[in-house]
């Protein structure tokens, strides 16, 4: 069995492959793969292709699979014939890897200068635009209206940095904001548990690439902690809202503003979840 991890461009190699050979392909799809099928024509056409000759496809991601299903054909009886060969599997997270651990916090809070007294929201993800960070610095002015003692790190690196810190400066927040940039993943479970909240403010951007269920958000709950994250269906399987966190539409930064409010405010309310999110 071969197993094609993106459907573009492994997935039509191994799907040619299979034509010559019968060995068994199954793909997998992470999301930008079906982003570059739905936009360019040649490509649908290859998808379209590796799908008819795959045994089976798997994602982390209900959206993801039915964009696939869309891209094959309109048809909604095709469409649930096509399904019968696709599986929702989310990625995995050791629990023994990632947990509940102060080891490193006072460490790590000293190299980021930030306040004994103030609690910590992190962001971990590429900063690229469906990862929707720039709706957290929309929603911090209103956050810190309510919270003052409040900082914000983001772990990652991406093409919008320079953006983001920008947007952090225009909008009078940058000094709320540690932005660490890449984190080698050994260390990345430190950072986890530096936090108090976790945010992802996942969205559908403006060219239709979709960030709908990422493993960042489990490995914070294995860590512990309270969820913010946008009300996408791969979130929905393991944010239960008000147990662990709370879903909120996307872009919509005064939502955001307001779950974070309620979790940040309340001690009980961030034990309480991350003791469901764990």
């Known amino acids: 069995v071969v197993n094609a991890h993106w459907i573009l461009p492994n997935g039509f190699m191994a799907s040619v492959a299979k034509l010559f050979t019968g060995v068994k392909v199954v793909s997998t799809l992470p999301g930008s793969d ?5 936009k360019n024509f040649f490509f649908g056409f290859l998808a379209k292709f590796a799908t008819f000759m795959y045994d089976w496809i798997t994602s982390n991601s209900p959206r993801l699979l039915d964009d696939l299903a869309e891209i ?3 048809d909604g009886s095709r469409q649930k014939r096509l399904k019968k060969k696709f599986s929702l599997i989310i990625y995995g997270v050791d629990p023994k890897k990632f947990r509940p651990t102060t080891k490193m ?16 929201v992190l962001g971990v993800g590429r900063l690229v635009a469906k990862k929707g960070f720039r709706y957290l610095i929309e929603a911090v ?3 810190l209206k309510k919270c003052s003692d409040v ?3 983001i772990v990652g690196d991406g093409n919008q940095r320079g953006l983001l810190e920008n947007l ?3 909008k009078g927040v940058y000094d709320n904001f540690r932005f660490v940039g ?7 479970k430190n950072y986890y548990n530096l936090a108090d909240v976790f945010i992802l403010p996942s969205v559908r951007d403006e060219k239709g690439n979709l960030d709908d269920q990422s493993v960042s958000v489990v490995e914070a709950m294995a860590c512990g902690k309270p969820v913010v994250t946008t009300d996408f269906p791969g979130y929905r399987i393991v944010v239960k809202e008000k147990e662990n966190g709370f879903l909120v539409k996307e872009k919509k930064y005064d939502l955001i503003a307001d779950a974070l409010i309620k979790i940040i405010g309340s001690r009980s309310l961030r034990s309480n ?3 469901a999110s764990r």
């Open 168 to 170: 952090a400066k225009e």
């Open 273 to 275: 979840m991350g003791k």
């Open 34 to 38: 079906v982003y570059m099928a739905q």
């Open 105 to 120: 916090r006072e460490i790590i809070r000293k190299k980021l200068d930030v306040s004994d007294n103030d609690l910590i």
């Open 182 to 188: 890449f984190v080698d993943y050994q260390k990345l």
């Open 141 to 143: 002015p209103k956050i």
């Open 151 to 153: 900082s914000f790190v």
């Open 72 to 74: 094959n054909t309109k």
